[in-house]
């Protein structure tokens, strides 16, 4: 009996733990402004950072993706901020190439592989 009592207790401390923490901050499309530069967490000598890949989003909505890791490749077009729906998180959208929004203090990126941990972290 004692452990059946024990469940509901335990629910309510763990709603009021979540509601501790409070909602998130939503993403600006401000906050996104700036240039990113290409990490990857593969070990040595395995790594995968093209220092030269960089990724710009303008206040104006433009982009230019350089991405010299590719054969010299070069994009620009528009990019968007999509908000998130129910639990997903925001997404930068550059043209129909989606990036979710990982922002941990002050260090904002633009994931491009969870697994993989591979990522566009924006310069200061």
């Given at each position: 009996m004692r452990v059946l009592g024990l469940v509901p207790m335990s629910l309510i401390a763990a709603c009021c733990l979540t509601a501790c923490?409070?909602?998130?901050?939503?993403?600006t499309r401000s906050a996104l402004v700036g240039t990113y530069t290409y990490h990857s967490e593969d070990p040595e000598p395995n790594?995968?950072?093209?220092?030269?890949?960089?990724?710009?989003?303008?206040?104006d909505g433009k982009y230019r993706l350089s991405q010299t890791g590719k054969a010299g490749i070069e994009r620009t077009g528009m990019w968007k901020l999509m908000t998130p729906e129910r639990l997903n998180p925001e997404e930068v959208l550059l043209d129909t190439d989606g990036y979710?929004?990982?922002?941990?203090?002050?260090?904002?990126?633009?994931?491009?592989?969870?697994d993989l941990g591979i990522w566009l972290a924006k310069v200061e």
């Open positions: 923490a409070g909602p998130v901050a939503p993403v790594r995968r950072d093209f220092k030269w890949d960089r990724l710009t989003l303008a206040a979710p929004v990982v922002i941990s203090g002050r260090e904002v990126r633009l994931m491009i592989d969870y």
